[in-house]
């Protein structure tokens, strides 16, 4: 609100925006889904293997839901990285939005539906995993907002320093 708004001749995705989203964040989301998937058979006696893991049972299905929280997480974490484009997301008050945590609240209830209710295995591929792994799961949040709080310094900086460039030639 101390912003005015913007001119209806900028676009709302920029090119900045798809930098953010895909270069920067997109990277740390995939090291999320994949670390998720090997973390699952790794705990479960795979440690260190990467390649010619079972391609069934109930490891493989289990890694498979792994992986889906893993994106989810991923999602709530990028969902409060992109509430601003300049405040850190630490700077943001937590509890001024309500739907923002109904939303969260919806998304986790179905996800645990699909990964703990047996009607949805088949129909999804998925198998219920250990209960202590959402532990790993929920470190991907402060990870998505970390790299994005990485993000917003870089570009601050680069902001100062083309400005001091640009006041310094005139």
Known sequence: MARPPRK???????????????????????LATMAAFYFLYWTQGYWGQ?????????????????????????????????????????????????????????????????IYLPLFWPIFGMQPFPPANW?????????LVLADTLWKVLVRRLRRTAAVQKGGDA
């Not at 900028?10 to 740390?28: E, I, K, N």
Request: overall charge positive; glycine content about 6%; cysteine-free.
């Open 8 to 30: 209806l001749s900028d676009h709302v995705v920029s090119r900045t925006l798809l930098l953010r989203a895909y270069a920067w964040q997109g990277p740390v989301q995939g």
């Open 135 to 143: 532990l790993f799961l929920l470190l991907w949040i402060p990870m």
């Open 50 to 114: 990467w390649l010619d893991l079972p391609a069934q049972g109930w490891v493989y299905h289990a890694a498979a839901a792994m992986a889906l929280a893993a994106v989810v997480m991923a999602q709530i974490g990028n969902l409060f990285a992109h509430r601003s484009e300049t405040i850190f997301a630490w700077r943001m008050p937590l509890l001024s939005n309500r739907l923002l945590w109904i939303g969260i609240a919806t998304e986790i209830a179905l996800l645990s539906l699909l």
